[in-house]
C-alpha cells in the first residue's frame, strides 16, 4: 500500500517519460511524485495519444502533457525548451520507455529482423541518452538533479523470451554508467531501478510473461513488487535523502535478483516430476 505524502518531493520539477494507461509504471510514478508534492511534465511518443488516457492523468495530477518521440532530437529539444521556459530547469527525469519490435512479432532472438533490433535499441535505451544530451545542451538540469531509468534483470540474466529487450535493457544500464561519471561533474545523480515483472502493457507484449511473472513471484521472499510499491521506490531515489547514490542498477524485486531457488520452486518441480 502506498505511504501517505511527506512532502519529499516539494518544490521539484521534473519529466515523466511513458506514462501510457493505469497500468504503466510510469503512470504510478506520476501519482507518487506527485503525492509527495513534485510537478512535472508528463510526455509520451505521439502515437500514444490515440493507445493511452495520458491527459486523465494529466489532470488528476496537475501536470502538462507534452507530446515528444524520445527517438527525435527536434521533439526533445523543444520538450526540454517547454520544461526550462517553465521552471528554469528541472530536478527530476524518468525514463520509463521500452518496446521490443522483434518481440512484439514473436521472431526468434536467433532470426533478429535487424532494422527492427535497431529500432528497439533506440526506443528503449538510446533515447536515454538522447534526452540526457538534450537536458545538457540546454544546461537543463539543475545540480542536486536525479535521473531514474527502468530495466529488468533480463539485462543480466538470460530470459529466452525477452530476447532483444536483455540487450537494450543492458545497454540502458551501460548508459547509466558511462553518463553518471560525466552527469557528476554537474552534481546530478544516475540510476536505474530493475524492477519484478510487472503487468503493464508492455509486459503483455512478451510471449510467456505469464510464466516468468509467476517463476519470479515463487523465488522471491516477498514475491513480485508491484508498480505502487516500484513508484514509492523512485520517489525515494528522485528525492534528496538518495543525494549521494548514483550509476547504480538497483533491485526492485522482492529478493528475487539475490535467490537460487525456492521451497515453492522446489515443491512445483517435484510434483510436475513424480
Known amino acids: 500500500m502506498a505511504s501517505p505524502g511527506n512532502g519529499l518531493l516539494k518544490g521539484k520539477k521534473g519529466i515523466i517519460f511513458g506514462a501510457l494507461n493505469e497500468s504503466s509504471i510510469a503512470w504510478s510514478i506520476a501519482e507518487a511524485v506527485h503525492r509527495e508534492g513534485g510537478s512535472f511534465i508528463l510526455s509520451n511518443a505521439p502515437v500514444a495519444r490515440r493507445l493511452g488516457s495520458l491527459d486523465a492523468?494529466?489532470?488528476?495530477?496537475?501536470?502538462?502533457?507534452?507530446?515528444?518521440?524520445?527517438?527525435?532530437?527536434d521533439d526533445l529539444s523543444a520538450l526540454i525548451s517547454e520544461a526550462k521556459e517553465a521552471w528554469g530547469g528541472i530536478d527530476f527525469m524518468v525514463h520509463s520507455i521500452g518496446m521490443g519490435l522483434n518481440v512484439r512479432k514473436n521472431v526468434e532472438y536467433e532470426e533478429l529482423n535487424y532494422e527492427w533490433y535497431k529500432k528497439t535499441l533506440d526506443i528503449s535505451a538510446i533515447s536515454l541518452h538522447r534526452s540526457i544530451q538534450a537536458c545538457l545542451a540546454q544546461d537543463a538540469l539543475r545540480s542536486g538533479a536525479s535521473i531514474l531509468a527502468l530495466s529488468y534483470i533480463g539485462a543480466q540474466r538470460t530470459f529466452s523470451k525477452y530476447s532483444e529487450m536483455g540487450d537494450a535493457k543492458a545497454l540502458l544500464e551501460s548508459i547509466v554508467r558511462?553518463?553518471?561519471?560525466?552527469?557528476?561533474?554537474?552534481?546530478?545523480?544516475?540510476?536505474?531501478?530493475?524492477?519484478?515483472?510487472?503487468?503493464?502493457?508492455?509486459?503483455?507484449?512478451?510471449?510467456?510473461?505469464?510464466?516468468?511473472?509467476?517463476?519470479?513471484?515463487?523465488?522471491?521472499?516477498?514475491?513480485?513488487?508491484?508498480?505502487?510499491?516500484?513508484?514509492?521506490?523512485?520517489?525515494?531515489?528522485?528525492?534528496?535523502l538518495t543525494r549521494m547514490v548514483t550509476m547504480q542498477t538497483l533491485f526492485h524485486d522482492g529478493g528475487f535478483s539475490t535467490m537460487g531457488i525456492s521451497d515453492a520452486l522446489i515443491a512445483d518441480l517435484s510434483d510436475a516430476l513424480t
Open 57 to 73: 492523468l494529466a489532470e488528476k495530477t496537475g501536470a502538462r502533457v507534452v507530446w515528444a518521440d524520445a527517438t527525435n532530437g
Open 178 to 240: 558511462s553518463f553518471g561519471y560525466r552527469l557528476g561533474k554537474h552534481g546530478v545523480r544516475i540510476n536505474a531501478v530493475s524492477q519484478s515483472p510487472t503487468r503493464t502493457t508492455a509486459g503483455s507484449g512478451i510471449a510467456g510473461f505469464d510464466a516468468m511473472f509467476e517463476f519470479a513471484d515463487r523465488i522471491a521472499p516477498l514475491g513480485n513488487a508491484d508498480a505502487a510499491s516500484c513508484a514509492d521506490y523512485c520517489v525515494s531515489l528522485l528525492s534528496d
